[in-house]
């Protein structure tokens, strides 16, 4: 389907691995090793409760890490949880420089910026002190503040609610097939994520970039 210029309003990005490089390679297996479980193990647990306990909003990430770990039978101290949840949120912190900058030319170019993430308190907390994309949006979505987690339908209604755009004139990245997929069956123009130059090739079919 073409898309005429005036038709996008918008861009949203997702934060991780997008917004955000990958956790540094290792940095999965440092957690598990920390909290004293094989990887699989630590891996299954946290497909399982990640969406619905942390970024849903229900707990921090050293409660998360507490209830998960209880679930197969380890109870660390409160320091070695801390520690553990420290290290989650590390490996989230180092910024994509080309997405930032893409970013600052999508808004310089007059469309609206969004950021839309499943995301924990904690560490949205953080990201707003010393994320300055996040400062500089728009529009942030976070799933933590609403209860809500990609890829339920409510979470990208309030994207589009808080952007004042209707679906067809917003473009979203993600780079997993499931977001993108909820966000198209919407009507909103959605973009799997893979780089910053990809992104631009998407961005130039809908005319938002030149």
Wanted: proline share 4%; with cysteine; charged share 25%.
């Amino acid at each position: 389907m073409s898309v005429e210029a005036h038709f996008i309003k918008a861009v949203a990005f997702d934060f991780g691995n997008v917004i955000c490089f990958s956790p540094p390679e290792g940095q999965w297996e440092k957690i598990a090793a920390m909290a004293g479980l094989p990887l699989h193990t630590l891996d299954e647990l946290d497909r399982q409760y990640r969406g619905d306990l942390l970024d849903r909003g229900t707990l921090d990430t050293k409660g998360y890490y507490k209830f998960i770990l209880e679930q197969a039978g380890v109870f660390p101290g409160d320091e070695a949880l801390q520690k553990i949840a420290q290290a989650d949120s590390d490996g989230w912190k180092e910024i994509n420089p080309g997405t930032e900058a893409l970013m600052q030319e999508i808004q310089q170019a007059g469309f609206k910026l969004g950021i839309l993430s499943n995301m924990p308190h904690d560490f949205l907390a953080w990201g707003r002190t010393h994320i300055e994309v996040f400062r500089n949006a728009d529009v942030g979505i976070f799933s933590c503040e609403l209860g809500l987690i990609k890829p339920e339908s409510g979470i990208y209604g309030a994207l589009i609610t808080a952007l004042g755009c209707k679906a067809e004139e917003v473009v979203f990245f993600d780079d997993l097939k499931d977001n993108i997929d909820k966000a198209v069956d919407l009507g909103i123009h959605g973009f799997i994520w893979k780089d910053p130059e990809t992104a631009r090739k998407d961005l130039r079919s809908v005319h938002v970039i030149t």
